[in-house]
């Protein structure tokens, strides 16, 4: 049973996309989840009826799994992080991760405002022990099983041991998210030799050595698509926010680019393709979580359509059944005691 | 009229590649062009009638436009470019490159040990001034027009400084080899405000304003495949070599990834999608130049085929033809004059 908390007036499509993406998730999450929408309540329950009596009417029998909780304010999409912190402590933000400090709910989910889900996520859950900021976790779709980017926008200009902690966090989630046993961590770097990269990159190589991790070497760009390099299959790439941000952005881009290039030459139309779009459909892997904080904080793409909702909602759910959360304050304290020890 | 020198012995393939891709090269180049393969010479000279003995004997009419340049060292793909810069001073790409400061040769193009072209280049050739590295440009193929995406691996850790001699390398690039007009220049950043991005691409972006170059501004990950921004067209995206070399792979790798999987899906074969291949087919747009060096290096994929080859021998001949290592001189003192006036 979880209480999964979603930001009714985050993102582009607000608050219709997330209403209608929480009535979806409720149809095919098990009965006993409930989802909190949080936000101005007259708004909320105006897109609600709005939905049941259009578009979502076959899904009105889940409606009473859904809560309403108030808050105020909205962030705009565009407005300044740091100003949206000390400026709204009301918003829907605010309010929607308050409640799992207060022991009333398990998860936060949004698609608004990134920069400040991530300062208030950081403000109001706090951060496990040893880390300097959180991390953005994205899975990409590969020609074989998907593999965890981390971090993918969150952190830039790392140093080594922000690097070494990405690895910690990406092996746990790619364990509990993804049911992977003992992943296998590659060093995203211009060449396999430990001597190529940057200089926090190869600085990072060396401590990811003696960090007890299932650490593969560095991987390059070119297997990340493929999901593997030459020495077998990888579950987590850890890079810099920079690079992962420019990457993912990239991908996101390349692949309808490349799919509709293909499918006009071939003479088809999108619908045939529907299927090949779907493995690449971002709203189909949406939802990512923002790893470091003690709690649940998911992180919903601005433009998320109901369907992208529906799976950052289920990704939370798994987070909270998974205890995912638990399971990394562990992991870094374990790897904190051995590093004293050494 | 230009005389090109080609590695002989440098690439997976050599020297079959290199005897293949010149023999081709001479059958489509205007008949004034000439190619000077540097090497040993009994091993060329076998691989000469080898080819015009078997698969290109019908290019036999082109061979007396083919030099044979002794030269008695061949350096090893995974050779450290600093044992080869020392210890091979008769290397094919040493004797290949010194023909240029010579007056015997107008370009040299190799599909050998990256690193070493780069280090030779640099000893043999040397960097115009003001210059402390050179950079390596690569042609990214968009749903538009190709983009010059630069630095794609020779510089990790660049300086924002850095960064500005990139644009005006690529911008001179573009200019020349794609006859791009005052060629838009996109700085590659997590966000398109001037605030987003690490230290030293918030200090490059500021750097730009003031170049006098045509600068769009920064550009992100999912602005390339498109080649352009919300704001237009882009011909020169900005990034260190980290980056750029960490796109540029995942590119070349998630293209025909992507396309299977499309053709799969389709039920479609591999030479039904030729064309679209052709489009994104690294061979099609291989040949790099080393920017920066006081002459024209040509740096081909070590994995390049004689077709790859071919495409980089057009590169060396246009990049001669339109004087891009003079302008590229020109450009980098006005701007240092300038510079020194304000």
Redesign the interface.
């Known amino acids: 049973m979880a209480r999964i908390a979603l930001d009714a007036m985050g993102g582009d499509f607000a608050p219709s996309a997330p209403v209608a993406g929480a009535l979806l998730a409720l149809a095919e999450l098990d009965p006993s989840h409930r989802i909190q929408l949080v936000g101005i309540p007259e708004v909320i329950r105006r897109e609600i009826d709005e939905a049941l009596s259009g578009a979502h009417a076959a899904l009105a029998s889940h409606a009473d799994r859904l809560d309403i909780i108030e808050a105020s304010d909205v962030i705009d999409m565009s407005e300044k992080p740091s100003a949206a912190v000390r400026g709204k402590p009301n918003s829907s933000m605010h309010v929607g991760l308050k409640l799992q400090p207060e022991g009333r709910s398990d998860a936060f989910v949004s698609a608004g405002n990134t920069g400040a889900q991530m300062a208030i996520s950081t403000l109001v859950l706090r951060l496990h022990p040893g880390l300097s900021r959180p991390a953005i976790s994205t899975v990409f779709p590969?020609?074989a099983q998907s593999v965890v980017v981390l971090d993918s926008?969150a952190n830039?200009?790392c140093s080594p041991q922000e690097l070494l902690q990405f690895a910690r966090l990406g092996s746990v989630y790619a364990e509990d998210m993804l049911g992977r046993s003992n992943p296998v961590i590659g060093l995203?770097?211009?060449g396999e030799e430990p001597e190529k990269?940057?200089?926090a990159?190869k600085e990072a190589h060396q401590l990811l050595l003696q960090s007890g991790l299932n650490f593969q070497g560095n991987v390059?760009?070119?297997?990340?698509?493929?999901g593997r390099s030459d020495r077998g299959p990888i579950d987590v790439v850890v890079?810099?926010?920079?690079?992962g941000?420019?990457?993912?952005?990239?991908?996101?881009?390349?692949?309808p680019?490349?799919?509709?290039?293909?499918?006009r030459?071939?003479g088809?139309s999108k619908e045939?393709?529907a299927?090949?779009f779907k493995?690449?459909d971002y709203s189909e892997h949406g939802g990512a979580p923002l790893l470091g904080v003690k709690g649940v904080s998911i992180i919903s793409h601005g433009k998320s359509s109901p369907r992208a909702i529906t799976s950052a909602i289920k990704v939370a759910v798994r987070a909270v059944e998974t205890r995912m959360n638990d399971h990394i304050g562990r992991r870094l304290s374990e790897s904190e005691q051995a590093g004293s020890v050494a």
């Open positions: 590969t020609a926008g830039v200009d995203l770097s211009i990269g940057n200089v990159v390059e760009g070119r297997d990340l698509p493929m890079c810099d926010g920079f690079v941000n420019a990457l993912l952005k990239f991908y996101e881009a390349v692949a680019m490349l799919i509709n290039m293909v499918a030459q071939a088809l045939q393709l299927a090949t493995n690449l």
